[in-house]
Each structure stands twice: as structure tokens, then as C-alpha cells.
């Protein structure tokens, strides 16, 4: 159920080990929140953009005996992105190493050898990390709680805070938000986040951004492509309207449509919260503890003529990063100043927007919904789209207003009503060391032994590579559970 990435690599793996596949999708596309939009001859990306750890995505064709070249088109960018600090200064990250070590000598005289120990570092958490909790199952006790990984943990450093973490390394500010920001990629707070993701920006340093000629949509069509080759059904525009439970069974899935469909086995790609409550009529336990991650608002913008030097990512760093950060997480409301990321991919694929015009795609953090205080984003939506077309102006994108030839905006309501998001949160459930590896809800049900879950709400997370590992955890638990195809 669900064609987001998550549900595609699963189906793949599942067809290439023989199962016959059935893929439910209440959209009339694939790939969830890597969705495309298209108007007036510019094609936006409306989720994920920046494509790091390209590994698993390789591995999803290597899986199933393809190759990945076959299917996508990948280009490593250079830079990865540029910052920009509210003082006029900005920092190019870059994968060429060199051109990095002049990049932080520029902003912090002497910190060259500092920041290679710091990448020395973040690439012993990121084996650590990946091999110890995130490329494994780890739904039993005694795979995450053992003395082997508390050591490990231990050794790294991985608990301590992200900022204290930077702060041994830079002591220029902007080099330790450079560095720390991108817990923002899970929806976390990097004055909150455990120094273990400090991995982050070394996969991005080591392993460089990838974009897809065509856009990150590429990839779901591509994944939709090999599905449909190795026998997969793909039936869009049906809805999951409930699962049928039978004592410790799912016996059916029921649509929208009225159709009940035996099943020997249910995979469930959708948010995990909404399935529970929405199509098993129950709660999962403890839901109410959980954090959920911050939200985005999103504003796709086709504009006429280009800005020419404005690179591919970018991120816009506020005065007062932790003050933006302490609104959403917080204080739960929207940042007067907030940083922001401005996305610019005809500048890698110009065929994404009609001849000498550009598709910019903004994604400001925003709170995903407090219950108790919900933002009304019918009021809020049009605000803070006004005051952000003027920034963006004051930014340097000119006249953006008088050159605006199509837009759309998606706010934290769209996510709940559009992706069932249960607080309209952007990036799933919450990523603080509490909600990850074994205490993230597990990819099978507790009792129904035939339901299964895959993508950002279960272990090991949000984020293109992580679902795609899923993918292969939940594949792996099928396999050894339910028993291998003949
Ligand atoms: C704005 C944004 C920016 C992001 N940026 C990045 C980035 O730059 N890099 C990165 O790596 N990650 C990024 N991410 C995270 C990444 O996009 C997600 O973690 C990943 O795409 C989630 O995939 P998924 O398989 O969990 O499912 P989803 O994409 O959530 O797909 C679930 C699918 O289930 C379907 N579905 C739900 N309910 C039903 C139903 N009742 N019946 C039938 N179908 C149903 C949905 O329509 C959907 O297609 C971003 C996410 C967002 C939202």
C-alpha cells in the first residue's frame, strides 16, 4: 500500500525474490513525497532534492540484476551548495577538498587541520552508526541493546550534543552551522541533536550530492519502470480504505472503491500513525509520546529569465540560527527570521523549465501541528508567502514578484490532508535518539504477523537513502518470517 520510495524498493526486491507483487496508490503518480508538479512547462520537484549516499539507490538495481545507468541519469554537483550568513559572507561545500580547506581557512584562519580531524571523526560515526543501528534489523532487544554498541556509542562520542560537538572543531559560528545544520534534513533541531548525525555533512562531503537528469522524480519513475518489468501491478488512484483484521491476520485490504482484496502478506507505505488509526481502527500504543518532526512550507515558483548566480542548493542562514530553530521546535511557531533553502535545478537541468527561465523551489522549516495551539495555515500560508516573496527579493532573486509566470504553495494542512501526516509534519515521526533503532515503531506489527511497514515512520527513518534501506530491512524480515518463494 503506497508508492513513495519506500514501497516501490520494497516491491522490486520483493518481485526480484520471486513474490507476486500488488502495489495500492491513492495518487495518480509515484513516489509520495518525491512528487512531481508541471505547469506552464516547468516541472518541480515537490519533495525531496538533494540526493546523498547514492549507494542504496544503486543497490536497489543491483538487487533486482539491473544496472543503475540503465534507468537514471545521475550528475555529482560541484559545489554541493552554498550558505549564506546574514553578514554577507557565504561558504561553497564542496566534495573537492582542497577548494573545502580554502573555503573554512577563509572564514576561520587556521581551522584547515581541525576540519580534516573533523571529518576523520564524522566518518568513524557514519561506519559506526550505519553498521551498528541503521543498516540492520534491529526489532529485537538484543540487537540494539547490546555492550558491543553501548561501547561503540561510547568510544564515538555519539551521544554528546551536535553543538558541543562542532564546537570542539570550529569556533567560528558559521562554520559550526555549516556543519550541524543538517538535522534539519530529519526534521531535528541541531541545538537538540545528538552529535551522531554529525555524520550528515560527512556523507556530504565524502560522498557528494547526485541529481538525477530529469529531477528527484526521476527516481520513483525509474523504481515504478523496474517494478513494472520484474511483474509488479502498479494501480494508481486507488485508495486503501481499511484493512481487515483476523484474530493475528490482515485476511484483506478494502478500497475506496469497494473492492476487497485477499492478501497473503500487507505491506504498508503509508504514514504509520494514519494506518493505525485510519485503516486498523486502532492506536499505536504510546503514539501520544512520540515527537513528531517539523514541517515545511513550500513555494514551487516558475519565474521568467534567470538568475545566473544563483547555484543549484543554497541555504540561507538567519542572524539568529537557534532563536529560528527555538520558534519551530520550541515555541512551535513560525520564525520571524528563518532560515530558508532555495532550490535552482535548471541550473543542472535546464530542460526542467521552458527555454531561459528558471523552476525555484523554497522550503522555509516551519512547526509541524501542537494539537493544543494549531496554526491556521488558511491565514498563515498567504502571510508568510508575502513576506517571503520579499525576502527572497531582498535576498537577490529581483523583481521575482513582476516575473512570477506560475506558483503553488504547500503548507503543513496539505500535508495532512494530501500524505495523511498526523500533525502535518514533513519528515515522519521525530529522529531524537529515543524515537530511532529499536524504540521507532518496528517494521511488523506486533500481533498481525502478515503486516508489514516500510518508509520514513519506521526503522531506520526519513530521507531518500534511509527509506531505501528499509526497503531491504523489511524485505529481509518478509523473507525470514513468512518464507521465501520457491
Ligand atoms: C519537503 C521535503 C523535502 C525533503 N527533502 C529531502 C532531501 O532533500 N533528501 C532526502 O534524502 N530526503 C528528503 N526528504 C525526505 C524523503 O522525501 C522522504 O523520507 C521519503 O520520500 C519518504 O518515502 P516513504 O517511502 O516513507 O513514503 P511517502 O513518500 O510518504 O509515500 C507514501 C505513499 O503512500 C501513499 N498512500 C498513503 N495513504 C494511502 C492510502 N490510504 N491508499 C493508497 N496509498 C496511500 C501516498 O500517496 C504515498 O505515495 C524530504 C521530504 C519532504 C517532505
Partial sequence: MGAGLGGLAAAVRLAAKGYRVRVLERHATPGGRCGVWESEGFQFDTGPTLLLMTDYLRKVFDDAGRRLEDYLDLRQLDPNYRVYYADGTSLEVTSRINRMLEGVERIEPGVGPRFLRFLAETAKLYTIGLAAFVDRNVHRRRDFFNVKNGLLLLRARAMERLQAMVGRYFKDERLQQAFSFQSLYLGLSPYKSPAIYSLLPYTEVAGGLYFPMGGMHAIPRALARLAGELGVDIEYGVEVSGLERDGTRIAAVRTADGRRLDADIVLVNADLPYAYESLLGERYEGIDRFDFSCSAFLMYLGVDGAYPDLPHHNLIVPGDLRRACDDIFERHQVPADPAFYICNPSKTDPSLAPEGMENIYILVPVPSQDPARPIDWAVEGPRLEAEMLQRLERFGLTDLRRRLVT????????????????????????????????????????????????????????????????SRLVVERIVAEQGAVA
Fill in 407 to 470: 506558483k503553488r504553495i504547500f503548507t503543513p494542512a496539505d500535508f495532512q490532508v494530501q500524505l495523511s501526516a498526523t500533525r502535518g509534519e514533513a519528515f515522519g515521526l521525530a529522529h531524537g535518539i529515543d524515537q530511532v533503532g529499536y524504540f521507532r515503531p518496528h517494521n511488523r506489527h506486533a500481533e498481525c504477523t502478515n503486516l508489514f511497514f516500510v518508509g520514513q515512520s519506521t526503522h531506520p527513518g526519513c530521507g531518500v537513502p534511509m527509506v531505501l534501506i528499509s
